[in-house]
């Protein structure tokens, strides 16, 4: 079975990936968002000449083969539009085979916990505590992460005393019957790390994510050897060497691959595979609604060393206003803090035909 075309339908935030094989079995997938019409391009120019004729259920040799004829450009977007073409082999397989996803890579669709993962800086301590208590009481998560400090800031608060402020704030009104995640995105130096990872520790934080900048591996290796609690990352890494010496230096307690940045699921299961080896768990980063959670709720129901929780983002309409209105099933409902992982064929989710019709569309076809 060859595949015959590879087409695209995006905007600027998610863009969704449609494979059709020459005995018209098809597939969806997506690319990774944000600046996915960008990353559409690299899909046609980069991916689709490599692909267009090939197995179409030989993934594994396509997501290596892919790298290997584009080895003068190994950075992210490539790996961003790879990840457009894996998954949706991934769900034409299933369809096939009238499997899920879960079920094709050995796993079992079933519940899982999310966590309730804010993406907001811009909020005070006491409106983020009161948030997360309103997601508690309607949804029963029992599992909250928010962020401290600021993006890449260089050991400089979003303002002045946030961090200090939030971490008990937040405590105090969600109680200790919650687990509480923090998220730095590369906000410190080691030493400011540290002192913040201590009273991170004081009330009993969990998981400190990302605390220093995400490529100084040897710094994140120092925060976590002087912490009790569990340091994680690796949601930006989308090279796999980078992964391998990440998990041999043992820098984190956690590794964090998300799906569409590393390059779809194929990759993404060989990364989880030595965090496996090594005895770390995979708690991976899926921070928006699109599909990249549905990829990892798939994932989580079938590797060995799934963490407790998948990641679930809480932003509304009004501040991720892109991640809504994608599909005309609704695959995140949320019944007491848990999700479940379609049994569907594939994926499990059908995209919104309105929200295609609207969708920039692009074609490449088998000559």
């Not at 600021?150 to 402020?165: F, I, L, S, Y």
């Not at 060995?304 to 206003?321: K, Q, R, T, V």
Request: proline share 6%.
């Amino acid at each position: 079975m060859k595949i015959r075309s590879i087409e695209s339908f995006c905007n600027e935030f998610v863009g969704f990936v449609r494979v059709t094989a020459d005995d018209g079995s098809q597939g969806w997938g997506q690319v990774s968002p944000y600046n996915a019409d960008i990353t559409m391009q690299v899909l046609h120019r980069q991916v689709a000449p490599w692909s267009l004729g090939e197995d179409a259920l030989d993934i594994d040799r396509l997501m290596r083969r892919i790298p290997e004829k584009e080895h003068k450009f190994p950075g992210s977007y490539l790996r961003r539009a790879m990840t457009g073409l894996d998954t949706a082999l991934w769900d034409l397989r299933g369809k096939l085979e009238g499997r899920s996803v879960c079920e094709l890579i050995g796993g079992t669709p079933r519940r899982l916990r999310a966590y309730a993962s804010s993406m907001k800086r811009d909020i005070t301590p006491e409106a983020e505590a009161e948030r997360l208590k309103r997601l508690r009481d309607a949804h029963g998560f029992d599992a909250f992460k928010f962020r401290i400090g600021a993006e890449c800031g260089h050991d400089v608060d979003e303002w002045p005393g946030r961090t200090e402020a939030i971490v008990p704030t937040v405590r105090k009104a969600l109680g200790d019957e919650v687990d509480l995640l923090v998220d730095a995105n590369s906000g410190f130096s080691p030493a400011r790390a540290i002192a913040v990872g201590r009273m991170l520790e004081d009330h009993g934080v969990r998981h400190f994510e990302e605390p220093c900048p995400y490529w100084e591996l040897e710094q994140t290796k120092e925060v976590r050897e002087a912490l009790s609690l569990d340091v994680t990352g690796g949601e930006q890494d989308c090279m796999i060497p980078t992964w391998r010496h990440m998990i041999e230096m043992r820098a984190v307690d956690i590794i964090q691959p998300d799906v569409c940045y590393l390059g779809g699921l194929t990759r993404t299961m060989r990364v989880a595979a030595m965090g496996a080896e090594a005895g770390l768990p995979c708690t991976p980063h899926s921070a928006n609604l699109s599909m990249v959670t549905l990829f990892t709720m798939h994932l989580l129901g079938a590797i060995p060393n799934a963490g407790d929780y998948l990641e679930f983002s809480i932003e509304e309409a009004d501040y991720y206003p892109w991640q809504y209105g994608l599909f005309r099933n609704d695959p995140y409902k949320v019944e007491g803090g848990r999700v479940t992982i379609p049994s569907e064929p594939g994926w499990g989710v059908e995209i919104d035909p309105e929200w295609l019709a609207r969708a920039r569309y692009q074609a490449s076809e088998c000559g």
